[in-house]
């Protein structure tokens, strides 16, 4: 055997069995999770959805082109390396025959262009990563770096490798050039090679065929042991990306919250546990999150609490249960106990949809230790981690997932929410007001608002669900009213639940508290399905969220829209016509669970721009990137002693706009906002309103010039005017 092929192949066979090896423990690894319910369905649209999600973001590399610069360079480095599959299979066949060439393709110019081509972007896109990763050092920029807590010394490792692999093939191919047509046939279209073929041709036949001989067995090498590393690094997202995209949420991992353990007591054993409180009660799609993590840092980068000052960021949260899955592996893979869970135990039928019955014994508590109380409770719920990870992580379960095992195993959460839960629990809206209070908000106006109080009637097509903000809170019920007195104009027939209506129990399953959660849920579903309701509108983003995703799972199916939808349809139809009562300049903010997690992005936006004299100025950070207002995740009822306020980021940056008028369609978003705009003391000039708000205010006729009438932001400039 030449000695050629020996080194080749024994470099090869070391390499690949040390690497197959660790992806052979990673995969029992991750294995070993709990069942999870759903990720291995194959129906149609399953496939369908799937299949689509592996063309547009693995392939097409949707996610990682919204960061255009990084993202071009990923896309032709991902690209070029699928490319250079073509070399590497040219490079083994010359090692047993140095004429060699693929059957069928392997002789054509164009081969031979799309390998110098994608070797060529492929080295410009390390030139440009090694230009962002200088640029953006942890080193130099602390906090604000997106690497800040990543392994910044093994991506240095990985560009190296990268240059390795490219920089032997070219002095291979280039060698080649110089030493015969029959091996390289590709003429001048393999014009990187070729620049390099004529450096090295005066080194003459005999040189350079001993070159391309020494970069081919360094080309091997230098994959194989790339193999290795990729196995141990980071890195690995390269083999693993495909499969985590593959059985992630569809169509994401946003709105409703996925798991719906069974809260039902009387299947609860002094061995169930609820949510993850060791690594071992995560699922196997949550471990394969895990190691998925590139650690780019764009989830960081894009944290409210992490860019606030926050001890929160959700991509140490992902390296942290990564290295905590990792040091606890041996326990993880250790035959357990027959109910007990672990791998090939697992203690309920894979669709049972929960994890009853896993042992929570495992030798290290995830809170605290790996993550700290401050850690998991700063988190607003937003998404934006979720929709900027180019790997199709879902942050959001893994943080409720702890939260739940801490509210219902440890008892264990921020005492300032405890109120709210009582008050959930007891009067049926987290402020504790009661159900008598919930009409209080039809009194200003000047027509009737049927109350439901058997079956909702035949002429009424919408439930208007208030939300316990909007019946509730005096600045959220401006804008119920509005919105009221717009579908009533617009002869849209609707009535409330009043005294029927009860929190959805969206704070207190995003806390954690599933129990609650469920409690409220199945009361509301039962009090819709007694009064017949169909068609529900929702003015309040966490509602409109809760009954469109989340009351589906335990049955309670409604046709659900925003209002910010509702009045977009009414606009188009002409029923409602905006005037010129207002005219001056908006900026309008995203609620989260409107529009991240539910993608309502241009709705409100067409119905702003409908008022002829509003003109809509866009804030940096808007749409899927929008910044949140601070209070999702039940942080609302939570103290925010850390860093910058959420809310006061979010309005410093509004107000930068320059807009007379902050926008948005949350009740949440305006309280936290509006806080914000008092604090700075900025409310004689800027008020925050609801779109329906605005629409209503276009609608008046303008009082004339030199009446007194209350200022703007001012309590009464804020209140609902009488019509006409
Ligand atoms: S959901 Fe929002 S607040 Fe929570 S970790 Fe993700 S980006 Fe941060
Ligand atoms: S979780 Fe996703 S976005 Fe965040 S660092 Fe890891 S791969 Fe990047």
Known sequence: MPVRIAIGLAVTVICFAVAGRRFHWISRLVRAGQPAPGRLRADRADVARRAEAEITEVAGQRKLLEWTVPGVAHFFTMWGFTILLFTIIEAYGDLFDPTFHIPGIGTSAALGFL?????????????????????????RKQRASRFYGSHTRAAWMTLLFIFGVIATLLLYRGAQVDTSPRQFPYGDWAFASHVIGAGLAGLG??????????????????ISAFLVFVSYSKHLHIFVAPFNVAFSRRPRALGGLDKTPDMDMENVTEDTVFGAGFIENFTWKQMLDFVTCTECGRCQSVCPAWTTGKPLSPKLVIMGLRDNMFSQAAHLMAPKEAGSGGEGA?????DAGDRSGVASSGPEPLVPGVIEP???????????CVEQCPVDIEHIDAIVDMRRYQVLMESSF?????LMLRNIENQGDPWGLGVSKRTEWTQVLDFEVPVVSDVIPDDVEYLYWVGCAGALDERARRQVQATARLLHEAGVRFAILGPKE????????????????????????????SASVRKIVATCPHCFNTLKNEYPALGGNFEVVHHAELLDHLVREGKIVPGTGYSG??????????GRHNRVFDEPRTVIDAIPGAHNVEMRRCRERGFCCGAGGARMWMEESIGTRVNVDRTLEALGTGADVVSTACPYCMIMLDDAVRANGKEDDVRVLDIAQLVEESMRVPEPAGLPGPGPGTEAGNAPQPEG
Not at 115 to 139: G, M, N
Not at 374 to 384: A, F, K, P, Q
Not at 508 to 516: C, S, T, V
């Open 115 to 139: 390998e110098d081509f994608f070797a060529t972007a492929v080295l410009v896109a390390l030139v440009v990563f090694t230009v962002i990763r200088i640029k953006s050092s942890p080193s």
């Open 205 to 222: 036949h005999g040189v350079n065929g001993a070159l391309a001989t020494t970069f081919l067995l360094l080309n091997v090498s230098v």
């Open 346 to 350: 697992p203690a309920l039928p894979v």
């Open 374 to 384: 401050d850690v998991l409770w700063s988190c607003t719920t937003c998404g934006s």
């Open 414 to 418: 921020p005492h300032e929410a405890e």
């Open 502 to 529: 009860s929190c959805t129990g969206d704070p207190a399953r995003r806390i954690g508290n599933e129990y609650l959660f469920q409690e409220q849920a199945k009361a509301n579903i039962a009090t819709l399905e």
């Open 585 to 594: 300049t908006v900026t309008y903010h995203d609620p989260c669970y409107l």
